[in-house]
């Protein structure tokens, strides 16, 4: 099956500091996007990917699609203590389940970031 | 602006037991799926639905069923409970099921099997 290996697996940094996490796959994806998990909630997207070397920002979050479609990264500028969490890349294909088109989002391991004052 | 709701937020079985997870979402969402969380391992789909009374097995769908007889809510079933399903349990939905700009997911269930 699609895999997606996601790195760095845990990151400390100081307040202020940049991120920077990234993801890789074998497999081409069709859209690409990035999802911010807080302690005990459910992922939130942040930032969507929909074209091959597609440049997005959102806020102080830049992500990008990578050129041949099986990677993409995402910066975090001048980071803040809210910035806290588990960083989630997904990679989406369209599959057909009984008729219907349908975008499968494969799942990288995650990111968890710590940010000290 | 419930979005999506899971209950129960936590859980504990014994091996064997049997439990439903329910979710229910008041976004008029097409599209509804189950995950797993587990350390190490990012999200890993269960089941999923495209639409009201269809279920597909997904990536990890042993040991669970599903049901979706109303469009709102997404049900998953764990007939005989083992401690390889502890875990926390997600619920998604989407608009779409293409361009469907990300799914909106629950605050999850977690479950301890022992």
């Known amino acids: 099956g699609q895999q997606l290996n996601q790195s760095p697996q845990s990151m400390f940094i100081q307040e202020g500091e940049d991120v920077s996490m990234n993801c890789t796959s074998s497999s081409i994806f069709n859209t690409w996007l990035w999802y911010k998990q807080d302690p005990g909630e459910g992922p939130v997207l942040l930032i969507a990917l929909y074209k091959a070397g597609e440049l997005t920002s959102n806020g102080r979050l830049t992500a990008q699609f990578g050129i041949t479609r099986k990677d993409s990264f995402l910066n975090i500028s001048a980071s803040i203590p809210s910035d806290v969490g588990i960083y989630f890349c997904a990679g989406q294909t369209y599959t057909n389940a009984g008729g219907t088109s349908y975008g499968k989002l494969t799942f990288g391991q995650g990111t968890i970031l710590t940010v000290h004052p | 602006n419930a979005g999506v709701t899971q209950t129960p937020k936590f859980r504990v079985l014994k091996t064997g037991q049997s439990m439903t997870l329910l979710c229910a979402q008041d976004m008029n969402h097409e599209y509804m799926y189950w995950y797993r969380q587990d350390p190490g391992m990012g999200l890993r789909l269960i089941h999923y639905?495209?639409?009201?009374?269809?279920?597909a097995k997904g990536e990890v769908p042993d040991g669970y069923n599903v049901s979706r007889l109303k469009k709102q809510n997404f049900l998953l079933g764990l007939e005989s409970a083992a401690p390889s399903q502890t875990s926390v349990y997600f619920c998604?939905?989407?608009?779409?099921?293409?361009?469907?700009?990300?799914?909106?997911f629950g605050s999850g269930t977690r479950l301890t099997v022992v």
């Open positions: 639905s495209v639409g009201e009374g269809t279920t």
């Open positions: 998604a939905s989407s608009i779409t099921g293409i361009n469907n700009y990300g799914y909106t």
